[in-house]
């Protein structure tokens, strides 16, 4: 356990230095200055934003450049350095910038310390672009085709959503941009993405291409399935935000305001069950009422936004009267909780290599980005891999430990079996699962943390085809490059699991459970088609709508972090149109 005790010292301390950064607040100036002290109770402004999160900032920029007054209510911060410079994403964790919230206990969480997962949801402008692995994509047709017949409308179709993709993306990858995959992508947005190539992984191509899976360019609408350099929200080594790309143009815009350290409480309604304002708890623990001359756009996250809908009287009724909470609008808010279930699985390779120092600059690992269907005729994945290769072991223990939350004893015993060798270190993700979970009240105190049940793997079906995915993947051990690494799997040697002989499809169903684990894409708790409508108004009530990823009816085939954009940006045509703006 030595490893694990110079791991946590390492990282203590680096996070340390961190937050030091974060109390001297060097990169102030480089956003919207907070304007706590000047507003008043009692104010108004046309369009009350409930969360300067993914989804905030973007709507916040596009309606502040449309000659109205915006105010964005954040309950966190401003962007530090540290959170701007790509390589330190690890350290971001468990501090102010997060929410840190956890989940409820569960089976698949034994192997996790405190027997829970750590959810990421960012509590800074910026919200959970701040906070992600900057893994970019957007889905497929097939999604979007999914939620255009939910919502019954077919804006929401790929067709007519993708000039949204290109006004948000800004590829800068010198590859894409030469080739004919640049048709499929912006190149004049505000998010720069680029993807690592690395030689490192052309060994892990060639295992793909024997196992008869496609290696492309890229992974769009032409080629859905295959495997590639993943994107990433980065450019020059800079985490590409939504609060930098949308926000720091803005902020000296006099249309947009922010408050920092103020949580909006309750919205307000009147007799016409119309939304008319909001509570707000200030940074100096005051309670003030402000007001919205046209709407209140609420984006404050899949926990957040949906918590605050049932603590304004907007939920299922049987929950809010047992909160003792009057009902304004009897409607499934929290339910249809959606994750991607994701389990780790390490090779180890036959190779050692010494040591490098970090760079802060870059992103740790070259990550490949694999889409697999196991029906052949089939246009989109049913699985995803995210894999690179690990260095060495400080470099993964900081990634069990602490971004994965595994316990010491797992991370452990990974470490003694690999030690000095480079591991492949692999993320493998159920794009559909059918399981769906829910957010609950805890209490009616708004600063409590919602009660957060995942109930991952709850539907048997979604066990069964996880363990036959994961056993599927797990073939590429026999390819020619594996085995001239005489690289193999790792067994992590899971108590529950002794006594199942390895590789059988018991041992395959109890790791899924065991090795479970969360990439943070939270989706579906206000879900069009029952909590709002497609034009994203909360049903039952008027001038209030919700526009982030608790409004996505159906989990899709990627990182949900485009797709959160693309509802940012929707939602802004949607309120220019209404408003003649």
């Known amino acids: 356990m030595e490893a694990i005790s110079q791991a946590v010292s390492s990282f203590t301390k680096v996070q340390n230095i961190l937050n030091m950064l974060t109390y001297l607040n060097l990169a102030a100036y480089l956003w919207p200055q907070p304007a706590n002290m000047n507003i008043k109770g009692g104010e108004s402004f046309d369009f009350l934003i409930v969360g300067g999160g993914t989804a905030g900032c973007i709507v916040a920029s596009n309606l502040a450049q449309m000659n109205v007054s915006v105010l964005v209510i954040e309950a966190g911060c401003q962007p530090t350095i540290d959170t701007e410079i790509a390589g330190l994403f690890p350290f971001l964790k468990n501090r102010n ?122 992974i769009n609408v032409k080629n859905p399935l295959g495997f590639t350099p993943a994107y990433f929200t980065i450019s020059d080594s800079i985490r590409q935000s939504t609060a930098y790309g949308f926000i720091r143009p803005e902020k000296d815009n006099p249309n947009l305001k922010v408050m920092y350290r103020s949580l909006v409480t309750k919205v307000l309604f009147d007799d016409n069950k119309r939304a008319i304002g909001v509570e707000v708890l200030t940074n100096d623990r005051k309670t003030i009422t402000l007001y919205a001359n046209k709407e209140v756009i609420v984006t404050a996250g899949p926990f957040k936004s949906p918590q605050l809908l049932m603590l304004s009287g907007i939920g299922p009724q049987d929950h809010l009267e047992s909160n003792n909470i009057e009902v304004i609008s009897n409607i499934p808010v929290g ?100 399981s769906r979970g829910e957010v609950r009240l805890n209490s009616t105190n708004p600063e409590d943390s919602p009660v957060i049940d995942p109930k991952y793997y709850t539907n048997e079906n979604d066990l069964e085809r996880h363990a036959e995915y994961i056993e599927h993947y797990n073939k590429i051990v026999d390819t020619s490059y594996y085995k001239s690494l005489n690289a193999s799997f790792v067994d992590p040697k899971l108590e529950s699991c002794d006594g199942l002989e390895v590789g059988s499809k018991a041992y395959w169903k109890c790791y899924t459970i065991g090795m479970s684990t969360t990439l943070h894409d939270y989706v579906g708790t206000c879900a069009m088609g029952s909590v709002v409508d497609s034009k994203l108004r909360v049903n039952g009530v008027k001038n209030l709508r919700v526009a982030d990823s608790s409004v996505i009816p159906q989990i899709i085939g990627s990182s949900v972090q485009g797709a959160v954009m693309v509802i940012a940006q929707k939602i802004s045509d949607l309120l220019q149109e209404e408003y003649g703006l």
Not at 123 to 152: E, P, Q, R
Not at 166 to 174: A, F, G, N, P
Not at 203 to 208: H, K, M, V
Not at 341 to 365: A, C, E, M, W
Request: negative net charge.
């Open 97 to 218: 910038f997060d929410w840190n919230f956890t989940t409820v206990e569960d089976s698949t969480k034994k192997y996790h310390r405190g027997g829970v997962t750590e959810v990421e949801q960012g509590k800074v402008l910026g919200g959970s672009s701040i906070l992600n692995y900057m893994i970019y994509g957007t889905g497929n047709c097939k999604d979007y085709k999914d939620w255009a017949n939910i919502t019954n409308d077919s804006s929401w179709t790929y067709d007519n959503i993708f000039p949204l993709i290109k006004r948000t993306e800004k590829v800068i990858d010198s590859r894409i941009l030469q080739s004919s995959d640049v048709a499929y992508h912006g190149t004049q947005g505000k998010i720069a993405l680029k993807k690592y190539h690395s030689s490192t992984n052309n060994g892990f191509y060639d295992s793909y291409k024997e196992m008869g899976y496609k290696v492309v360019n890229d």
């Open 335 to 434: 339910q249809n909780l959606q994750d991607h279930p994701t389990n780790v699985i390490i090779h180890k390779l036959g190779v050692v290599q010494p040591v490098s120092p970090r760079d802060p600059h870059q992103f740790p690992v070259n990550v490949m980005d694999g889409r697999v269907a196991i029906n052949k005729c089939q246009n989109y994945a049913d699985y995803q891999v995210l894999s690179g290769v690990i260095t060495n072991s400080t470099l993964f223990l900081e990634i069990c430990l602490y971004t994965f939350t595994f316990t010491d004893e797992v991370c452990a015993r990974i470490v003694e079996q690999t030690s000095n060798h480079q591991l492949h270190f692999i993320t493998h993700r159920l794009l559909y699962p059918e």
